[in-house]
Nanobody, 126 residues
């Protein structure tokens, strides 16, 4: 089965940091755009970051709520993508998951996203 396997979640205090990883299993992520998503309790899933499959000036996108705090990256040789999360807030608490995308034009809604992983839980609390 071709999907991502997420890891790196946990409990962290406000202001802390976590680094999430997504390893592609059964497929190669090199030619896909990639997105990180989260679903908070009682809320719909939303895309928070997207990275294209090429290095261009517009290759990386963030929603306003994580801009300047989260960093998305990819390592095609390792078939892995990452989300570095700094200055975490209680409102960042959610299950985080990753998926491939055709591009970043509609990543917030997760349109045409595939290869979903099972998610990793992030809890920001003192």
């Amino acid at each position: 089965q071709s999907r991502f396997v997420e890891s790196g979640g946990g409990l962290v205090q406000p202001g802390g940091s976590l680094r999430l990883s997504c390893v592609a299993s059964g497929f190669t992520l090199e030619y896909y755009a990639l997105g990180w998503f989260r679903q908070a309790p009682g809320k719909e899933r939303e895309g928070v970051a997207c990275i294209l499959d090429r290095e261009t000036a517009d290759a990386i996108h963030y929603v306003d709520s994580v801009q300047g705090r989260f960093t998305i990256s990819r390592d095609n040789d390792a078939n892995t993508m990452y989300l570095q999360m700094n200055r975490l807030r209680p409102e960042d608490t959610a299950v985080y998951s990753c998926a491939t995308l055709p591009d970043c034009s509609a990543y917030v809604r997760g349109r045409d996203a595939e290869h979903w992983g099972q998610g990793t839980r992030v809890t920001v609390s003192s």
